[in-house]
């Protein structure tokens, strides 16, 4: 009844668009890409021998590198962030390129074993790294 009135629900609005830069052989980027997908997020995959260039070009440091590079909304995702914090970013929008989960920490998202400590995620600034979120 809405859509006789021009007011129907948009479903492609409420989809988060997601492109993740990993390695072909990487299990736990393919996990990750799982994970977003189970979430609500439409991912594109771009399986590259080498992300070397897509983190520099993206504007993260070595220090806060981990095994795969997500573009969303905008934003530079890097590592096995979880989605309760994705979802902040996307809601807050702040003025930053982006956030980092640095390594590949046991238990976060896509990752094997069990979570030993809360995970640090770091705001992508091109400056000195602050903390984003702590989960």
Known sequence: MLAAFGMAPSLAAETKKATVYKSPECGCCAGYVDYLQKNGFAVDVKNLADLTTVKRLAGVPPTLEACHTTMIEGYVVE?????????????????????????????????????????????????????????
């Open 79 to 135: 590592g096995h962030v979880p989605v309760p914090t994705l979802n902040r970013l996307l809601t807050e929008k702040p003025k930053i390129k982006g956030i980092a989960l640095p390594g590949m920490p046991e238990g976060s998202p896509g990752m094997s074993g069990q979570k030993k400590e809360p995970f640090t995620i770091y705001e992508l600034t091109g400056g000195e790294p602050k903390v984003y979120a702590v989960e």
